[in-house]
């Protein structure tokens, strides 16, 4: 940021001593009185514009708006005043910019008139720098273009880049009139051709050419082509020697190539992808460049893949092999990496291979060069913390007999004599997440016949490994993974020997095992991803004693290995689903996650945690201020971070990317969730609300049409799930991720409730009463129909349900039904009938409330345990029976349908008392009662809200019930069982449960067990005494 | 696994890998995209091939403010490496190394004299890392870093201020081998 944002800016040296101290500390009013008599003596009008700027400092609206006054005059009279007057007056509206006034309107085209005048002088840049930092993007091109005439030929290319980049930048701002904007596409596209055959043509380019000469330049040529201009410009041009990927990487630039190869990639342009990685990876080998430069996986793969796409792709596929078997030649002098990426190239080409290629008899034995491969790679690699990563999407799409081989013949011989027994864990732990990965895969199962000798089959499909019924996936095999991975751990675990040398290991081979234990649990348990299909609470659909048990066992390994990001991040995520919030948070907090990575993690704790568990809102410090402070920060000025900083070193490409980068965040979707979290968070707690959200300085660009983007990096999770699946973390969460549609509908929701809570000043006493009323009435009814109309349209979009939760979908369906009725309500004169329409929306407000009620309150109170939810089946069920969750408690998992539910609620009664206030407000200015609202309108309102109070007061119950059923005792004995199953139980169902008793081994017996359930209970306990103070009217 | 390429900002949304562990410090935006800005074939990547980020390199190229151009701890032309860090899956296959000579590069290019960086004398392995690669401790600075890192009874860490010559320095005049017996105070290192 320049300075002159702050302090005020020095006075011309020509100004008398007196006039300066004056300005300088700040004696506004002897600076108007000296600057007044200066004025007059002198004639200059500079001293009128200290007078003017000393005014606007002064308390009076008037004098405040002087300085605009001024310079809306030189706008409108086309005068260029000088410098100094231009930042006195800037200081002087600093305040204003932004909000009330547009630079663009304003000092924008004065600066840019004086750099027209003026293009030599080193000032003239400081203008284009004080008008990118407003983004002034129209001023800005302007001055650009007079700074590039005047400097045209110098060596300083900068000027002629500035002018080209600002046009194209202006050609796709929304800044530039839809007029002009083909003319500026155009002149940015021409500007650049022109450079670029200059380059072409010219044997050496001078700096003082106006050709294309650092990679920077020649970048930003391809990617305005790439928007503005044709395709087939585009790849003549990257297909020439000189300016062409091949060309440029001669001379060790790889930017444009790494570029080209992306852009061609969506175009489908597979023969030219081809032809480049080729061209590019021989260089490597016959000293065009260094050897290794573009020896990227990214590289090899594409090449791998736009050899299986084009014409001939048998002899692409032979000439991949062949100059990946050359670069395997001279691997020895790479480093580990690059060996590593030949070795993962291989088995990238392997894969592409047509499969008539690999092996005729591919079906009738495993051992195919794929498999082979594998096994090559894994003999290498096996005890690299990447291993499993690496291979996995290759074993996931082998057929099954490969996969039969690999687990059963490759992989267990691939220790040969080796005896070393930390090498061995490590394999088998590797082992172990193969086999989990493999019941990811479809191809491990068969489908069945649903009837077999006359009796219905309860499970769709055979499992190809055990032969045993399956459903997805296959239950039995999850068991003996399981099973097997904890005989493993426990081994472990008594070795001293294998205990000591694990420090030198890559990973601890425990914390493997656990993750596949732990995810095995949590699939057996029957945790399927929260979408809109999966209604049921988590108690109903999940198994609580496996859940239960999954649970316990990471958070044992978590202890024995805190410092493992991705056991923490799952735990985090398997505590908020067990509705234990503050525990939750307590294992978030050493994550660290703070300042630029906030956007794309924060999400993983921070979404929807009001509606779970409002109270950790009520800490010691504002929970979200860290996110709330990254984003004033970044975002609090028009401009990019940093701009200016690329612009001044000429990174064009940094400028394009900092721009886009800067739009992505202006539109994230974790900038919306910081808003509406808060914002809910503070009005549970009666909390004031500072600023309507739709004022808000994050939301100034946002409307319905804007995209919001959803940021969430959900790269830190273990996944062991194979693609063929959902990814781990929807199993996780509690429901759907962040999206446009959410966003968008909770950014209505809230101005929705900023129109029903508006107070107006305590002294604000309009003068003309009628009149204002009018104008309020007029605007209020836009804005609901505004309101209503969207919320409506985001509802009703096809993707919207699988975005949400059925208690969100409800709840913002009863906001949108909210705003039609008041709509209704409002306009609906006295004397006419009120439409039935009113009515049917209250009716179906009255029902969609009932709804979230019956889903809340009718949760049953004890829940599903192995014993009740599983099919009997001798193989496969889990033989354990359980405690049970007493009174009212299965709900602590469930508070996000409580908040729904007490937020539409609210919202019926904000709604109804907005209303009558209207009434009220209507009945006080004109007596006659002509212009009220309907009395029958008003009683289907009263009625409303009756129900609404009724609801709200349960929900205060509900919380009261909680709280008793929670400090009763017994509650760790209860967890306990429902996690391991009585001890009668065990007695009563005579087959000891095989599972239970495993992960209690593993864990470390009862006793560490009773330890973590008396942390549940208390986080649920500290929830629900947030619960407790949340206000209910 | 791994593709090397130049930084760009989205690659903000995918550094969990590295950032979430404890010895890689996470800055504020301004911070990263000053070094894009100004800096950006200095800011290099390694990229999974799901697109997380295992490593980068953050650097600069320059010298002192002139107003210190004769105070003997001037430092003439030459880069500096700001921050480097390997995801903890990704280590010791030579991401680190490949990074740092990819700046290297960029320093000879430039005509730097020397490349240098600073590290917590506790961080042994870090300066391992780097005494393998030719760098070699110039001087300590007193209690550099505001906190330790790992002990947290004390309220401040000194730092090795570490070097290696590039091929401009042909005499090695911007060397020395007895580094870790030069004390400063932080005031004097900018
Ligand atoms: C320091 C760090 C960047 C090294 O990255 P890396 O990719 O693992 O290092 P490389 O594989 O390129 O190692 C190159 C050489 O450095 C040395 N080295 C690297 N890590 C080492 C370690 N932990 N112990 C001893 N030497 C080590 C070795 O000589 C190695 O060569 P070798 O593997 O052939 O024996 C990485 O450990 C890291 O990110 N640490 C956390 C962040 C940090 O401390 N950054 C430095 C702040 S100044």
């Not at chain 1, 155009?186 to 044997?203: K, M």
């Not at chain 1, 409506?792 to 349900?801: A, G, R, S, V, Y």
Request: proline residues 5%.
């Amino acid at each position: 940021m320049a300075p002159y944002r702050y302090g005020p800016p020095a006075l011309k040296s020509s100004v008398d001593v007196q006039l300066q101290t004056a300005f300088s500390d700040g004696n506004w009013h002897t600076v108007i009185r000296l600057a007044t008599k200066r004025a007059s003596t002198l004639k200059d009008p500079y001293y009128e514009a200290i007078k003017v700027c000393a005014e606007s400092q002064l308390d009076g609206t008037a004098e405040k708006c002087g300085a605009l006054v001024a310079i809306d005059e030189l706008v409108k009279n086309k005068k260029t005043p000088d410098l100094d007057t231009i930042e006195l007056y800037e200081w002087a509206c600093r305040d204003f910019f932004d909000y009330d006034v547009e630079y663009a309107d304003t000092l924008g085209p004065l600066r840019a008139r004086w750099a027209k005048a003026n293009p030599s002088s080193p000032l003239a840049m400081q203008c284009l720098q004080a008008c990118l930092e407003r983004w002034d993007l129209v001023s800005a091109q302007q001055i650009a273009t007079s700074l590039d005439k005047a400097h045209a030929n110098t060596a300083d290319r900068r000027y002629m880049f500035w002018n080209i980049i600002l046009t194209y930048l202006l050609s796709i701002s929304p800044q530039c009139t839809d007029a002009s904007r083909k003319v500026y596409s155009l002149l940015a596209v021409r500007q650049l051709e022109r450079a670029a055959d200059l380059t072409e043509n010219s044997e050496k380019l001078e700096p003082t050419d106006r050709g294309l000469l650092t990679e920077e330049e020649v970048c930003l040529y391809y990617r305005v082509l790439r928007s503005h201009g044709t395709k087939e410009d585009f790849i003549s041009r990257v297909k020439s020697p000189k300016l062409g990927a091949i060309g440029q990487l001669k001379e060790g630039k790889k930017l444009l190539l790494c570029e080209t190869l992306d852009t061609l990639e969506t175009w489908g342009e597979w023969d030219l992808i081809y032809q480049l990685c080729r061209e590019a990876l021989s260089l490597g080998l016959d000293g065009g460049t260094t050897p290794f430069l573009v020896c990227d996986l990214q590289i090899w793969r594409k090449f791998a893949a736009a050899a299986s796409k084009v014409a001939d792709s048998e002899s692409a596929l032979g000439e991949v092999q062949t100059i990946l078997n050359k670069y395997i030649e001279i691997k020895d002098t790479a480093s580990a990496m690059y060996k590593k990426n030949l070795s993962l190239a291989l088995l990238e080409a392997t894969f592409r291979l047509p499969a008539a290629a690999l092996n005729p008899n591919r079906d009738k034995t495993g051992l195919s060069p794929r498999v082979v491969q594998i096994g090559l790679f894994l003999d290498q690699y096996f005890e690299r913390l990447s291993a499993f990563d690496d291979v996995k999407g290759y074993v996931a799409e082998l057929g099954f007999d490969e996969i039969k081989t690999l687990m059963e013949d490759v992989l267990p011989k691939m220790l040969g004599e080796d005896v070393d027994k930390a090498r061995k864990a490590v394999l088998n732990a590797l082992e172990s997440r193969l086999r989990y990965l493999l019941t990811t895969c479809p191809q491990t199962l068969s489908p069945q016949p649903s009837v077999v000798d006359g009796e219905t089959q309860d499970k769709p499909f055979q499992c190809r490994l055990c032969d045993n019924p399956a459903s997805i996936p296959c239950e039995s095999c999850l068991k003996k993974i399981l099973l097997d991975a904890s005989k493993a751990y426990k081994e472990i675990r008594g070795d001293k020997e294998l205990v000591d040398s694990i420090p030198r290991l890559d990973k601890d081979p425990r914390l493997d095992l656990a993750l596949v234990m732990g995810t095995s649990l949590l699939k057996l348990s029957g945790l399927r991803p929260r979408t809109t299909d999966v209604i049921r609470p988590l108690w109903q659909t999940v198994d609580a004693g496996l859940f239960l048990q999954a649970v316990l066992l990471l958070d044992a390994q978590l202890k024995e290995t805190p410092g493992d990001t991705e056991l923490r991040l799952l735990l985090v995520q398997l505590y908020l689903l067990l509705g234990c919030a503050s525990y939750a948070y307590q294992l978030w907090t050493p994550l660290d996650v703070k300042r630029t990575i906030q956007d794309a993690l924060s999400p993983l704790f921070f979404d929807r945690i009001s509606s779970l568990s409002p109270g950790l809102f009520h800490g010691t410090r504002p929970l979200m201020e860290p996110l709330r402070s990254f984003y004033s920060h970044n975002l609090g000025d028009r401009s990019p971070v940093r701009i200016w900083d690329a612009f001044s070193a000429g990174s064009y490409t940094s400028i394009l990317d900092i721009v886009r980068y800067d739009g992505n965040l202006r539109r994230s979707c974790t900038v919306m969730m910081t808003l509406v979290e808060e914002r809910r968070a503070t009005r549970c707690y009666g909390g004031k609300i500072d600023v309507e959200i739709e004022e808000h300085f994050l939301t100034e660009n946002i409307d319905d049409n804007t995209t919001l983007v959803n940021n969430t990096d959900y790269g830190p999770f273990p996944n062991l799930e194979s693609t063929h699946g959902p990814p781990v973390h929807e199993y996780l969460r509690l429901g759907p991720g962040l999206s446009n549609e959410r966003s968008h509908l909770a950014f209505l929701s809230e101005q929705y409730l900023d129109l029903l809570l508006y107070k107006p000043p305590k002294d604000y006493r309009p003068s003309k009463q009628t009149e204002v009323a009018l104008r309020d009435r007029e605007y209020t009814l836009e804005t609901l129909s505004r309101l209503s109309n969207s919320l409506t349209d985001f509802l009703h979009q096809p993707t919207t349900p699988s975005r949400l939760t059925v208690a969100e979908t409800t709840y913002y369906t009863v906001l949108s039904l909210l705003a039609a009725a008041l709509l209704i309500a409002l306009s609906t004169p006295r004397s006419d009938p009120v439409p039935k329409t009113l009515s049917l929306l209250t009716g179906s407000i009255k029902s969609a409330i009932a709804s979230l009620r019956t889903d809340f309150f009718s949760l049953p109170s004890s829940p599903s345990t192995a014993a009740s939810k599983m099919t009997p089946d001798k193989t496969t069920t889990i033989t354990r029976k359980g405690g049970r969750l007493p009174g009212v408690s299965p709900s602590l998992t469930e508070m996000p349908t409580f908040a729904a539910l007490r937020d539409a609620a609210l919202a019926v009664r904000h709604s109804a008392a907005f209303v009558v206030a209207a009434h009220d407000r209507e009945l006080a200015r004109d007596r006659s009662g002509r212009s009220g609202v309907h009395r029958d309108v008003l009683a289907e309102m009263r009625a409303l809200d009756a129900a609404a109070g009724k609801v709200l007061g349960e929900a205060k119950g509900h919380v009261q019930r909680l709280k008793e059923v929670l400090s009763e005792g017994g509650w760790l004995d209860r967890i306990l069982e429902l996690a391991f199953g009585g001890a009668e139980n065990e007695e009563e169902g005579g087959r000891e449960d095989e599972v239970a008793r495993t992960v209690e081994e593993v864990i470390g017996g009862r006793g560490a067990a009773e330890e973590w359930a008396g942390r549940v209970v208390e986080s649920w306990r500290e929830g629900v005494k947030g619960w407790g103070m949340v206000k209910m009217e | 696994m791994a593709n090397f390429r130049r930084f760009r900002p989205d690659d903000l949304n995918k550094l969990s890998k590295c950032n979430l562990d404890p010895f890689t410090e996470t800055y504020d935006l301004g911070f990263y995209l000053q070094y894009y800005a100004k800096w950006p074939s200095l800011f290099q990547v390694a990229e999974d091939q799901h697109g997380n980020i295992i490593g980068y390199i953050m650097g600069k190229l320059e010298s002192s403010p002139d107003v210190y151009r004769f105070s003997e701890h001037y430092l003439p032309w030459h880069a500096h490496i700001t921050a480097v860090t390997v995801a903890p899956e990704a280590r010791r296959l030579g991401i680190g190394k490949l990074l740092t000579e990819q700046l290297e590069v960029a320093a000879d290019a430039n005509g730097a004299w020397f490349v240098d960086l600073f590290v917590r004398v506790s961080n042994h392995k870090a300066i391992a890392f780097y005494k393998s690669m030719g760098y070699s401790v110039f001087r300590v600075v007193k209690d550099y870093y505001g906190e330790h890192s790992t002990d947290p009874t004390l309220s401040s860490e000194d730092a090795y201020d570490m070097r290696k010559p590039m091929k401009r320095d042909v005499k090695r005049q911007h060397v020395r081998d007895d580094g870790e017996k030069h004390e400063v105070d932080p005031s004097v290192v900018w």
